[in-house]
């Protein structure tokens, strides 16, 4: 923090009497030294982000701050007002002033520091040493952590010591944030009691709309309110500097989750299904012992949250990994899972469109110059356009979020742009396929190149939108767009020409791939790969037929779990028959993912009678010629299917053959007392977080 603070931006004596005046009077040092090319612009970037949520904090802090361009350098200002200045805190006016000023395209190591001063300001041994310090130069190398609060304690008059014997500076912060990051804990003191019972485990998840203070405030408040509370707190800071999602064991392994955020919490699901508390980010810097007691009664009383699983056995086994094949599997599922919403809006209101307007419907003219109220042909039309102009943001869609997935927000305008290049040049699902890749890959190589400070706050919303999407446009118009649209082409002509034994082996072979991870990556593929096929408002009969088998075969492992649970429950644990009883239903919806708790707790039995199933549902459902046009639905839209009655048939036959299986398998080994099947399983985990072991699915 050497460079952010020096004297010159210390002011002591501050005088002013309202927030805006305190920035203000901060700023212009700013701009004396060159941080800050426009003070008014800047001031506004300031209060837009007060505008969001007040920034005073309790203990009498006030810490304003935003990214702007008009920042050349992350800069730090400090005022200390003995009236005191209202920041909308709780507890009344803040007499410490902190205003950061962060360019809008700041790297990650500056922010790091900024968000050690954040932790820093939980410290009440550093509060009162910038309290106590009388010299501008002395405040500057307490806040950098030149010089311990300690150290200006003893030079302080009497009655302004610190009281609290927390760390001393900055740059332990900091490397106590680094732990964070990692999702471990620094200096905590909740470790098994004499009777030899682990303590309570708490996940939480911190983020602000800015990101460079609140997130990192409320990490530090919270793993402190748990160690004075004796319970376990890991913290997973979702802010400007990235973040490192928390290892899946710890999550497995904790008893509650808080959530402490004012912008939405990044992969949430991972979360679901434990005791849950869900609040703002100043309430965790404010109050995060209330939010400990809070979590640790629902958790009492059994209270979990709601949400689809946090990830499947296959799935959860590769999060930890830092392979090139790991990290390309995830900057596809990035992009996988935001197209997926696009895909079952537009394709069940294409199928709507077709259910109330018959397949005629597509040669209807636009809904904008011929539109009657009465007449259902009219309503068809509609609904079928709609679905039309959802189903063209699927592409650009993919290619976008592939290319965040590789390169955060920066990879989203280059990947937009190569996906709607790739519908424009007939290059489809494999022309945005390739082009996020490739705008991701462009944004990390132009993010990697030193440039001046004077340009850094032009770089996120100019120069690399600029450039990324010059240099993606070029090569997907010049270089690999043709190739590209020829192979799609390809691809989609043997498709179209597939009949008997071809069509049948396609359909086992896409029913073991859904039934494989239940909700997975392989899963992901084989449901895309159906789903593109009917991305057009004319889809083939091979791809419907195609997506028909897909959706059939992902219905028969939760159907399966729940019929087995049904004629013989002794085989089942408690928890089993009763998730059972759901699993009818998210079955009957095409949600694979409720044969999740089945396959986790016995994955060598369930999963490959699951895909056994899934094998003869797909080649049946191809052999049938049964067709789906819409991507989604499950038995609600048999309507819309093809050949209904064998098309239920086929799912039959698939879950009935799990059924059989699974009973079988589970019948040949011997049985655990009723019950304990959850009990083991967590204290298995527990043990092997405890121990530092790896967690295996």
């Not at 998840?205 to 990192?216: D, K, L, R, W």
């Not at 967590?682 to 121990?691: F, N």
Request: proline residues 5%; charged residues 15%.
């Amino acid at each position: 923090m050497s460079e952010m603070i020096t004297a010159d931006l210390v002011d002591l004596d501050l005088s002013a009497e309202t927030k805006e005046a305190a920035a203000r009077a901060l700023a212009e040092r700013m701009v004396t030294l060159g941080r800050v090319t426009d003070l008014e612009g800047f001031l506004a970037d300031v209060a837009a982000r007060e505008a969001q949520m007040p920034t005073g904090l309790d203990g009498g802090i006030g810490i304003p701050h935003c990214r702007s361009e008009h920042v050349t350098e992350p800069t730090l200002g400090f005022g200390r007002s003995e009236a005191g200045i209202d920041f909308g805190a709780p507890d009344g006016p803040a007499d410490l002033i902190f205003l950061i000023a962060a360019p809008a395209g700041a790297d990650d190591a500056h922010l790091t520091i900024l968000s050690s001063l954040a932790r820093q300001l939980m410290n009440a041994e550093f509060t009162s040493a910038l309290r106590a310090v009388d010299d501008a130069a002395a405040a500057a190398a307490l806040i950098r952590g030149d010089e311990s609060p300690a150290a200006a304690a003893s030079t302080a008059p009497e009655g302004t010591e610190s009281t609290d014997g927390s760390k001393d500076s900055v740059a332990v912060s900091a490397a106590a944030s680094a732990d964070t990051a990692t999702g471990t804990t620094t200096d905590t003191t909740a470790d098994t009691g004499a009777s030899g019972e682990r303590p309570f485990r708490i996940v939480a998840v911190t983020s602000c709309p800015t990101g460079i203070a609140h997130t990192y405030m409320a990490a530090e408040s919270l793993e402190n309110a748990g160690r004075e509370a004796g319970v376990e707190v890991v913290v997973e800071t979702q802010g400007s500097a990235g973040f490192t999602r928390l290892d899946p064991a710890v999550i497995a392994a904790a008893d509650g989750v808080i959530f402490a955020h004012d912008v939405p919490v990044r992969d949430k699901d991972r979360f679901a299904g434990k005791p849950t508390v869900d609040v703002g980010v100043k309430a965790g810097i404010n109050k995060p012992a209330e939010l400990i007691t809070e979590v640790r009664g629902k958790a009492e009383r059994g209270e979990v949250s709601a949400g689809s699983a946090p990830g499947t056995p296959v799935e959860r086994s590769g999060d930890s990994a830092e392979g090139y094949g790991t990290k390309l599997r995830k900057w596809l599922m990035s992009g996988v899972s935001y197209m997926v919403p696009f895909v079952a809006a537009g394709g069940l209101l294409i199928a709507l469109g077709f259910a109330i307007g018959g397949y005629k419907i597509n040669k209807a003219p636009s809904v904008m110059d011929h539109f009657m109220w009465l007449q259902a042909d009219s309503w068809g039309a509609l609904f079928f356009q709609i679905g039309v102009v959802s189903f063209g943001f699927l592409v650009p869609v993919l290619a976008g979020y592939i290319a965040y997935g590789m390169a955060d927000r920066p990879g989203l305008v280059p990947g937009f742009v190569g996906g709607a290049i790739s519908l424009t040049i007939n290059a489809g699902f494999l022309g945005g396929l390739a082009a996020g890749l490739i705008a991701g890959g462009v944004v990390i190589g132009i993010q990697k190149v030193k440039i001046p400070a004077s340009l850094r706050g032009i770089m996120p919303v100019v120069v690399i939108p600029l450039i990324s999407a010059a240099i993606v446009g070029f090569l997907m118009f010049v270089v690999i767009g043709k190739p590209i649209a020829s192979a799609q082409k390809g691809m989609t002509d043997w498709l179209n020409g597939l009949t008997g034994t071809n069509a049948v082996l396609l359909g086992a072979l896409l029913g073991l791939m859904m039934c494989f991870d239940l909700g997975g990556p392989v899963n992901k593929v084989a449901y895309t790969f159906a789903t593109a096929g009917i991305a057009v408002a004319s889809p083939s009969d091979s791809a419907m037929k195609i997506m028909a088998a897909v959706m059939a075969a992902g219905m028969v492992p939760p159907l399966a779990m729940a019929l087995a649970t049904t004629v013989r429950g002794k085989l089942f644990t408690q928890t089993e028959r009763e998730n059972g009883k759901a699993a009818w239903v998210l079955g009957a919806s095409f949600i694979s993912e409720g044969a999740i708790p089945f396959a986790a707790a016995d994955p060598l039995r369930v999963i490959p009678s699951a895909m056994v199933g899934g094998a003869v549902t797909g080649s049946l459902s191809m052999a049938f010629d049964a067709t789906l046009r819409a991507p989604h639905g499950g038995i609600f839209v048999v309507p819309l299917i093809g050949n209904p009655f064998l098309y239920l048939i086929a799912i039959a036959a698939g879950v009935c053959v799990t059924t059989a299986l699974v009973v079988v398998l589970k019948g040949m080994r011997k049985q655990a007392p009723e019950g304990t099947g959850a009990g083991v399983a967590d204290t298995a985990i527990a043990a092997k977080v405890d121990s530092k072991e790896p967690v295996a699915a």
